[in-house]
């Protein structure tokens, strides 16, 4: 299913096309079109290029390891992720490589590769769902995620399906509207809170 | 100047030309471009559609508010960034809107967000550059950011100049090689620290 957003300005196609459905088939990911779309996380950008980043992938068919991975989800996710081909745990180094203190940003950074992730995989024709909802402490431990290292999402990857393929509580969560905040309630200039002018027509060019 | 990823395999243009040089030109950002990068943040993914960025920006035009923004970062980075035409103080939402617990994904939704703006921002010939060297808590004074939310990085958006702009010591590291870990590296299966047997040729496919 297609389900474009409905931009006040045009974007890019692949950041329009993007949306996290819930149906997926049971089809698998071509191994070149996996490939790039992990090359397209390794080359995002990251504080100091320290790549603050892990990735745990489970296929479908190796079964012990998806098994392990749906098994860390909430029920809620758990339910529609079954079917999709790649389960992906994603990892952001939480410490500085070589001085081990605080990295602040090593999460922002894990964000950036996998949206590299995303839009890659968006403009091969798949379909991705990050979820939140998930034991973080059960992931860490069933997969030796080390001290410093902090599980943040679990992306499901592949093909999407069509909505009747859902469970039919998730029907109507899979059609509904898009919705995004106006660009005034979160682009400001100056101080908090106040509309940038830069977004109004007759604002600096 | 041009500087693609030396991929190995092939990736997106927008993400394949994304880098971050240091020399910017003075010349401004077009408004619609502007807009363009902006709806392109606003369509991101987020954990319960939460949305959890805030973008100030600061035009160079506008002299006090671009002057107060260049004010907190170190001078490594004041000393090319008051070039850029634009630089926006990325800031996230660390807790829920609703509950006002806290939201551990806020920082990395932001970095969702700001990449779509990135990758916008290189569709349409714009260079981008992060930075994490900034003073948070002087950021936050001045912009009155309030509590629950955090400044997490400053991007400069312009479009790139000859690297011979730069101060002497900078023009060395906008030419240098750029470089990655290679996947093996960072795509585990199973368990953390071993590679993925879907990077191989003989993996899955």
């Known amino acids: 299913m297609e389900k474009p957003a409905e931009t006040n300005t045009p974007i890019h196609d692949s950041l329009a096309r993007r949306w996290s459905p819930r149906a997926f088939s049971e089809r698998p990911v071509?191994?070149?079109?996996?490939?790039?779309?992990?090359?397209?996380?390794?080359?995002?950008?990251?504080?100091?290029n320290e790549q603050?980043?892990?990735?745990?992938?489970?296929?479908?068919?190796d079964i012990a390891n998806f098994d392990a991975l749906l098994g860390v989800l909430v029920d809620s996710n758990r339910v529609w992720a079954q079917k999709a081909p790649i389960l992906i745990l994603t990892v952001a180094h939480t410490r500085w490589q070589k001085e081990g203190t605080p990295n602040r940003v090593g999460i922002y950074d894990l964000g950036q590769a996998t949206t590299n992730?995303?839009?890659?995989?968006?403009?091969?024709?798949?379909?991705?769902?990050?979820?939140?909802?998930?034991?973080?402490e059960a992931a860490r431990?069933?997969?030796?995620?080390?001290?410093?290292w902090e599980p943040v999402?679990?992306?499901?990857?592949?093909?999407?399906?069509?909505?009747?393929?859902?469970?039919e509580a998730l029907r109507g969560r899979e059609i509904e509207k898009r919705r995004r905040k106006?660009?005034?309630e979160f682009v400001?200039?100056?101080?908090?809170?106040?509309?940038?002018?830069?977004?109004?027509?007759n604002g600096n060019k």
């Open 30 to 48: 071509e191994r070149e079109k996996l490939l790039s779309v992990l090359e397209a996380a390794r080359w995002a950008p990251s504080s100091r």
């Open 52 to 61: 603050p980043w892990a990735y745990l992938l489970a296929a479908r068919e």
């Open 117 to 136: 992730l995303v839009v890659q995989a968006t403009s091969l024709g798949l379909s991705t769902h990050q979820m939140g909802g998930f034991n973080v």
């Open 141 to 148: 431990a069933r997969f030796h995620v080390p001290e410093g």
């Open 153 to 167: 999402t679990v992306v499901a990857l592949g093909y999407s399906a069509d909505p009747e393929t859902l469970p």
């Open 182 to 184: 106006p660009l005034e």
């Open 188 to 201: 400001f200039s100056g101080t908090w809170g106040i509309p940038s002018p830069l977004l109004e027509s």
